[in-house]
């Protein structure tokens, strides 16, 4: 039986009581979260992540349920986080921006306790619909307003989150306050450098976040294999060059062979029909210089154990919390306005 978290007032953080289908202030009965499909929604509405809830409600390429996307799943969170090589049996683990739950299974997998799925949008309804464990809550809440107390869990992941919220800097200091002293925190961020500035999808945005979903998506999915087909063409004929100039002209986005292994044709255009759309659609979508991002986790008292910041890639940092720390940094950047 698990020694279940206390959820408190997102706003005032005193205790909340569970009721039959809600979570309700002690003293006074006031619902402050309905429990609705297995999900515990403090919010009434997606706000500006909208498109993530649609995108995965249209995606047929679901990789929680296919062997060969959940297997490159694994590798690249591996890679990206070095979990697999720390014990993480038991942990108590929030994840932030969970979306449709491919890293939430991917946690399952590595054997932690008590775990926290939470995302704004109403994709962690599909989420809960598509993951049966009894160590998962699915709550639908903004990091901006968490239902938990500071310092509650012993591992905090925020996975290609922050950039697509409007302050990220603040985003990642609510999410790293969640973290217990001794405790670790993941977190990935777009790069800002030369190279991904020159990416296609930051030319085409102006115009698709501007589109209805729906004819995006039409879009991107009916003529699929030509998108693809025009993608790879370029690199075909005259290799890295051609790649590097699909790279900044065409929306569609090729997927690495190491995150879908063996996949079948048709599985793939489904998979990175999602991606084309994810990379296209979000309100948001704000990267970060490496040099910032690695001083705003050290600044909330984290030391980095394992890191990328190379400009071709993107950023992630899994850091421990020091035992003792002020807090006062992490006040400042919750604080701060500025997108950097
Ligand atoms: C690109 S998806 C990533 C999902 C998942 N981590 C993954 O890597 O597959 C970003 C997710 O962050 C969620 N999100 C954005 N802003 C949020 C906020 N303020 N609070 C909670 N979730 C948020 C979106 O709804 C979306 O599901």
């Known amino acids: 039986m698990l020694n279940e978290i206390e959820f408190v007032h997102p706003k005032t953080g005193c205790p909340l009581e ?19 499909d297995g999900v515990i929604d403090f919010v009434a509405d997606s706000a500006y992540t909208a498109s993530f809830g649609f995108q995965w409600h249209q995606t047929k390429a679901v990789r929680t349920r296919d062997t060969q996307l959940m297997q490159g799943h694994t ?46 949008s109403e994709s962690i309804y599909r989420a809960a619909e598509l993951i049966n464990d009894p160590r998962v809550r699915f709550v639908r809440a903004d990091v901006n307003a968490l ?12 996975h290609r989150m922050m950039m697509h919220t409007p302050h990220p800097a603040a985003t990642l200091a609510r999410a790293a306050r969640m973290v217990k002293p001794g405790g670790t925190l993941f977190v990935h961020s777009y790069h800002k450098s030369k190279y991904f500035n020159a990416s296609a999808k930051y030319k085409y945005r102006p115009v698709t976040t501007r589109l209805p979903r729906r004819i995006l998506w039409t879009l991107i999915a009916a003529p699929a294999p030509i998108w693809r087909g025009l993608t790879v063409l370029p690199s075909k004929v005259f290799g890295q060059r051609g790649a590097e100039f699909a790279r900044r002209w065409s929306p569609w986005v090729v997927q690495a062979a190491h995150t879908v292994p063996n996949a079948d044709l048709r599985t ?12 296209l659609t979000p309100k948001y979508d704000l990267p970060m210089f490496a040099d910032d991002f690695e001083t705003l986790i050290e600044s909330m008292g984290f030391e980095i154990v394992h890191r990328e910041r190379r400009p071709w890639f993107p950023l992630w940092a899994t850091a421990i919390k020091r035992q003792a720390q002020t807090g006062v940094n992490i006040v400042a950047a919750e604080n701060e306005e500025v997108c950097v």
């Open 268 to 279: 793939l255009l489904a998979y990175e029909t999602q991606i084309t759309f994810d990379s």
């Open 18 to 36: 569970r009721h039959e289908d809600s979570w309700c202030i002690a003293q006074t009965d006031e619902r402050v979260a309905e429990i609705r």
């Open 75 to 120: 590798t690249e969170m591996n890679l990206r986080t070095g979990f697999d090589s720390m014990d993480l049996a038991g942990k108590r683990c929030l994840e932030v921006g969970a979306g449709l739950g491919d890293d939430t299974a991917y946690m399952l997998d590595l054997g932690v306790g008590e775990y926290h799925a939470v995302d704004l």
């Open 147 to 158: 239902p938990y107390q500071p310092e509650s869990f012993d591992v905090v992941l925020c």
